[in-house]
């Protein structure tokens, strides 16, 4: 490739001035991408937050009422224990029917 361009009448000094121009872009191309990575939200790494934001937008949007909101928030701020996904979804299903019947 140096031999065509030396053919063509540049010079060494205009083959590394190319490969400069490409690392700069290569390297505002990696930093764009980095920064929209950062900008825009992501599924993967929120695991801890997802639960309680996804409570906040059902409590927003209407579809759960203040008090399950409450319920869900406290089970939600729990501690770590041995209880499984069922443990939990069994009892929240057991505080939306006892809810259900009281009349709330």
Known sequence: MMFLMLLRGGDFFDLIEGGVA???LAGFLAVAAWGVTRLLPSRRGE???SAEEILRERF??????AEEYVKSYE????TPSRR??????RDAMERLRSGRNTGS
């Open 22 to 24: 490409i690392l700069i």
């Open 47 to 49: 695991r801890a937050g």
């Open 60 to 65: 927003a949007r209407g579809e759960i009422s």
């Open 75 to 78: 089970v939600l701020q729990e």
């Open 84 to 89: 499984s996904y069922e443990d939990y979804v």
